[in-house]
């Protein structure tokens, strides 16, 4: 975990900075291992921002962060601070951003990739898919991943990976500005036309925000695989109910298209049992979506996938949606209040965490407030 501490420019431009603040720090693999630390405040480099989190959610691939599925990768080494899905106030600048309008003082939403800015995917505009991913030497970050992350009281970020916040949108619900745009461009990837029928695999917080993004481009019928509590959530929502504990959901899907599938689906669940189902399900011709990351092996029907011409998208974050998703939240297209079950002060992460897993009290949303 590499800190420095803020030097006498930055805290010329705010002197309520501190030192040192409180941390979530991971020590190693392992729910035990979590700890809450204090270290040195992160000092802004240049097109950098220091930023005070006011909130922050905790994300689905966090867990698995902290139990060490992704060994080597996410995180790299130990010590590491985690977290990604924040937002907050700008209190000090790096090197060169005042000229591009950065002020101390501005509200901002974060997300996890700053790509490199030089190859050709970032020239592109898709820097979600750096070709110098993991290489900080050339610029390239993934906050909360593999670079030091938001369970903390303050952050670094590069300007390119934090979008500044309109007034009509709360701290708390701007802190999913990071999921809802990746929701927003997971439904993106997959094309749908308005009127199109979209079935969703998994009424998790994802597969929630999916539903809601479905809806607000244009979908004439939602359809939610999933049970308990969390597919309710979703029916209230304004999905359609698709339980899997009552029989098969790939005849379920079709029965209620008569018998076509949907025109896409998007798989929320991460496993490749439910990427195979979703494959399934969709009607000849149409588009798959798959967002959840398996950790396990699973045959797929390739001969239906290549024979009624399916297109499979793979979806890695987002390419630019979160000034996307911002006015959908606006206006109520998009919310985040619905799916914000459970708050925590920071000091209280792993009983935060616990809920989360657990899924104690129909936990969907888990919000941290340092």
């Not at 979530?24 to 950098?48: A, D, I, S």
């Not at 709360?170 to 979209?198: F, Y």
């Not at 993004?213 to 359809?223: D, E, I, P, S, T």
Request: proline share 7%; charged share 20%.
């Amino acid at each position: 975990m590499t800190v420095t501490r803020l030097g006498p420019t930055d805290v010329a431009q705010n002197r309520s900075v501190p030192r040192n603040m409180r941390a979530v720090v991971l020590n190693g693999p392992g729910f035990e291992q979590v700890t809450l630390q204090r270290v040195p405040v992160p000092r802004p480099g240049r097109m950098e921002l220091l930023c005070r989190v006011e909130a922050a959610y905790i994300c689905g691939t966090d867990p698995h962060i902290v139990k060490g599925d992704y060994p080597g990768f996410w995180p790299r080494s130990y010590p590491f601070i985690p977290g990604h899905e924040w937002a907050g106030t700008v209190v000090a600048l790096g090197e060169d951003t005042k000229q591009f309008g950065w002020r101390v003082g501005e509200r901002v939403a974060g997300t996890s990739h700053a790509g490199c800015s030089y190859c050709r995917n970032c020239a592109t505009g898709r820097y979600n898919l750096c070709e110098n991913y993991g290489d900080e030497a050339r610029g390239h970050r993934q906050y909360g991943h593999y670079t030091g992350g938001a369970y903390a009281e303050y952050v670094v970020h590069s300007v390119r990976s934090v979008v500044r916040l309109p007034d009509a949108v709360s701290t708390e619900d701007a802190a999913a500005v990071d999921p809802a745009s990746i929701a927003l461009h997971t439904v993106k990837r997959a094309n749908p036309a308005p009127g199109d029928t979209v079935a969703v695999i998994g009424p998790g917080p994802m597969g929630l925000m999916v539903l809601q993004c479905a809806l607000a481009v244009g979908a004439g019928r939602v359809l939610v695989v999933g049970r308990g509590e969390r597919l309710a959530k979703a029916v209230e929502l304004g999905a359609e109910r698709v339980d899997y504990t009552q029989g098969d959901p790939v005849a379920a899907v079709r029965r209620a298209t008569g018998g076509s599938g949907a025109h896409v689906v998007v798989e929320c669940a991460g496993t490749g049992e439910a990427l195979a189902q979703a494959i399934e399900m969709t009607r000849k011709g149409g588009s798959v979506s798959a967002i959840g990351i398996p950790l396990e092996a699973a045959p797929l029907p390739i001969k239906k996938l290549v024979l009624e011409e399916i297109s499979l998208h793979g979806v890695r974050a987002n390419r630019g949606t979160c000034e996307e998703v911002l006015p959908l939240m606006v206006r109520g297209a998009v919310r985040v209040e619905p799916l914000r079950t459970h708050t925590f002060p920071l000091d209280a992460f792993p009983e935060a965490l616990d809920a989360f897993v657990r899924r104690k009290g129909g936990a969907i949303k888990v919000l941290i407030k340092p």
